[in-house]
T-cell receptor
Framework: GEDVEQSLFLSVREGDSSVINCTYT??????LYWYKQEPGAGLQLLTY?????DMKQDQRLTVLLNKKDKHLSLRIADTQTGDSAIYFC????????????FGTGTRLTVIP | NAGVTQTPKFRVLKTGQSMTLLCAQD?????MYWYRQDPGMGLRLIHY???????AKGEVPDGYNVSRLKKQNFLLGLESAAPSQTSVYFC???????????????FGQGTRLTVV
């Protein structure tokens, strides 16, 4: 089946950039997503990228996609303490139910 | 607009007890999902539904049953709870997309279930 992998932890200092990485195995992915989960809450969509794109920028967020290496990254510029959360990458597979396959999540800790 | 609402938010069960988790969405979404979240394992799909009256198995369906009698509700049942089912359960809903369209899954706040 599909396999989406992420590092479990990342710590950065406030004001620095954060880069969260994700690798996936399904080459037929159409969309790739980044979700954010704050403590005690559900997941919220941060941004997404279509598989025929290699970069997408949205304010402080930059998504890079290397389809050849099946590698996705999320860069957060000027990281703030409010960015501390778990970040999940996810992919849509070619099934009929828009089944999202999630990575393990990366816990980002921002040090003041 | 409430979005996706899960009840209850917390529950403690004894091994062998049964319970039903309720998910309700008010966005007229066709698709609904139940995931479980375990440390270091991300979210895994238990069951999903592509419309009223239809359900299908996901990645980890054993020990769970679901029903989608009404479009807005998706119920997850545990007939005989086991400690391995201790987890945080998330419901999500989305609208169907065709090729070339994006989709966003909206998540509930989660239900923390402990089986002792």
């Amino acid at each position: 089946g599909e396999d989406v992998e992420q590092s479990l932890f990342l710590s950065v200092r406030e004001g620095d950039s954060s880069v969260i990485n994700c690798t996936y195995t399904d080459s037929s992915s159409t969309y790739l997503y980044w979700y954010k989960q704050e403590p005690g809450a559900g997941l919220q969509l941060l941004t997404y990228i279509f598989s025929n794109m290699d970069m997408k920028q949205d304010q402080r967020l930059t998504v890079l996609l290397n389809k050849k290496d099946k590698h996705l990254s999320l860069r957060i510029a000027d990281t703030q303490t409010g960015d501390s959360a778990i970040y999940f990458c996810a992919e849509i597979t070619q099934t009929g139910a828009n089944n999202l396959f999630f990575g393990t999540g990366t816990r980002l800790t921002v040090i003041p | 607009n409430a979005g996706v609402t899960q009840t209850p938010k917390f529950r403690v069960l004894k091994t062998g007890q049964s319970m039903t988790l309720l998910c309700a969405q008010d966005m007229n979404h066709e698709y609904m999902y139940w995931y479980r979240q375990d440390p270091g394992m991300g979210l895994r799909l238990i069951h999903y539904s592509v419309g009223e009256g239809t359900t299908a198995k996901g990645e980890v369906p054993d020990g769970y049953n679901v029903s989608r009698l009404k479009k807005q509700n998706f119920l997850l049942g545990l007939e005989s709870a086991a400690p391995s089912q201790t987890s945080v359960y998330f419901c999500a809903s989305s609208y169907p997309t065709g090729k070339g369209l994006d989709t966003e899954a909206f998540f509930g706040q989660g239900t923390r279930l402990t089986v002792v």
